[in-house]
């Protein structure tokens, strides 16, 4: 990701750089979907692979438990990934493979959420 000189503390968490690039690996794969999915799986593939990213800023933004929750929304939307992928493979928009490292990299999208959920509760205890 491009460094600005206007920088935000959230930009310096891996998982949120993670989540960014799983964003663009969607997006990417999402391009080569068919034109009638455009409003339909490939919006929602797009939107919960972004949503991921975006609730990591928003969340944290705020108090420790909002931080908190936010990022089980974050984790959700990591979710509905998996259905989205195994739909669009299910479809043969994208490969057995495509599908098998989207699923890694949600697997890793979702540990790093789930560590770092368990860390902010341990604080919010």
Same mark, same amino acid.
């Given at each position: 990701?491009?460094?600005?000189?206007?920088?935000?503390?959230?930009?310096?968490?891996?998982?949120?750089?993670? !989540?960014?690039?799983?964003?663009?690996?969607? =997006?990417? @794969? %999402? /391009?080569?979907?068919?034109?009638?999915?455009?409003?339909?799986?490939?919006?929602?593939?797009?939107?919960?692979?972004?949503?991921?990213?975006?609730?990591?800023?928003?969340?944290? !933004?705020?108090?420790?438990?909002?931080?908190? =929750?936010? @990022? %089980? /929304?974050?984790?959700?939307?990591?979710?509905?990934?998996?259905?989205?992928?195994?739909?669009?493979?299910?479809?043969?928009?994208?490969?057995?493979?495509?599908?098998?490292?989207?699923?890694?990299?949600?697997?890793?999208?979702?540990?790093?959420?789930?560590?770092?959920?368990?860390?902010?509760?341990?604080?919010?205890?």
């Amino acid at each position: 990701m491009r460094k600005s000189k206007y920088h935000f503390k959230f930009e310096e968490l891996g998982i949120y750089s993670k !989540a960014m690039e799983f964003g663009e690996v969607v =997006n990417g @794969l %999402g /391009n080569k979907f068919p034109k009638q999915e455009r409003f339909e799986l490939t919006s929602q593939f797009k939107r919960a692979a972004d949503s991921i990213a975006l609730n990591i800023a928003e969340g944290s !933004a705020g108090t420790d438990k909002q931080f908190h =929750n936010y @990022l %089980g /929304n974050a984790w959700y939307s990591a979710h509905e990934c998996i259905s989205c992928s195994s739909k669009a493979q299910m479809r043969n928009y994208i490969s057995v493979e495509e599908d098998e490292e989207n699923r890694r990299l949600i697997t890793e999208l979702s540990k790093m959420i789930t560590s770092l959920r368990n860390k902010i509760l341990q604080r919010i205890k």
